[in-house]
């Protein structure tokens, strides 16, 4: 499972982040490039945070799932047409979201 749902998680970003990249014309390969290195780093990512969060403090811990969300659905909403500030106010909020989610779950079962 530690490299299931990390790959699971690069494949569908890979999808949406390609996807989104399209713009308004047909599909072309620097979209499906573009679609698997964004979904390369995103699982590598992903991979090595899973297998590092054991060793680092559970407040540590949520501010890396914050940051690591908080940057994905950044880089995805910049694809989308958003301009700089909205996509990183969006960002900021969801990465925020996740990092307050990561935390209380942390807390909880520990």
């Known amino acids: 499972m530690s490299w299931a ?3 699971a998680l690069a ?4 999808l949406y982040a390609g996807f989104l990249h399209r713009g308004e014309g047909p599909t072309d390969w620097g979209d499906v490039v573009f679609g698997l290195v964004a979904g390369l780093v995103f699982g590598a ?3 090595a945070l899973g297998r ?5 403090p559970r407040e540590t811990r949520a501010i890396a799932y914050g ?4 940057i994905a659905i950044g880089l995805l909403r910049s694809l989308a047409g958003g301009s700089l500030l ?4 969006i960002g900021l909020i969801v990465g925020a979201a ?3 989610a990561a935390f209380y779950v942390f807390y909880t079962h520990e």
């Open 5 to 7: 749902i990390p790959a």
């Open 11 to 14: 494949a569908v970003y890979a």
């Open 45 to 47: 990512l992903c991979y």
């Open 52 to 56: 590092r969060q054991r060793a680092l």
């Open 67 to 70: 940051a690591l969300g908080g």
């Open 86 to 89: 909205t996509s990183a106010v």
């Open 98 to 100: 996740i990092g307050v």
